[in-house]
């Protein structure tokens, strides 16, 4: 777990990417330009919520979310994706 120093605001979460697949599961390596984006990823920052609902993630959760969701962000050098709560499908 990577320590950054971001505090999202409200429901929003700050989220790490899963590395994409580099091989299929027969062996076959996929080029860069046919990799497809994750949808796997860590929580590493997350807001304080609204008023009246609370976050249900915490940090260091594994979770699943939309393929386009969230907003690509640079924070030290890394990739990170920032996105509302709703926009994680699961815990996993």
Same mark, same amino acid.
């Given at each position: ?25 027969? &062996? ?18 997350? %807001? ?10 915490? !940090? ?9 969701? &969230? ?5 030290? &050098? ?11 499908? %699961?815990? !996993?």
């Amino acid at each position: 777990m990577s320590k950054v120093n971001f505090k999202p605001l409200a429901d929003r979460v700050l989220v790490e990417p899963a590395a994409a697949e580099e091989k299929t599961a027969s &062996g076959i390596i996929i080029p860069d330009t046919a990799k497809e984006k994750p949808q796997r990823g860590e929580v590493v920052a997350i %807001g304080t919520g609204k008023k009246d609902e609370p976050i249900n993630v915490k !940090v260091g959760d594994q979770v699943l979310y939309g393929k386009y969701s &969230g907003t690509e962000i640079s924070i030290d &050098g890394k990739e990170y994706l920032i996105m509302k709560e709703a926009d994680i499908y %699961g815990i !996993v």
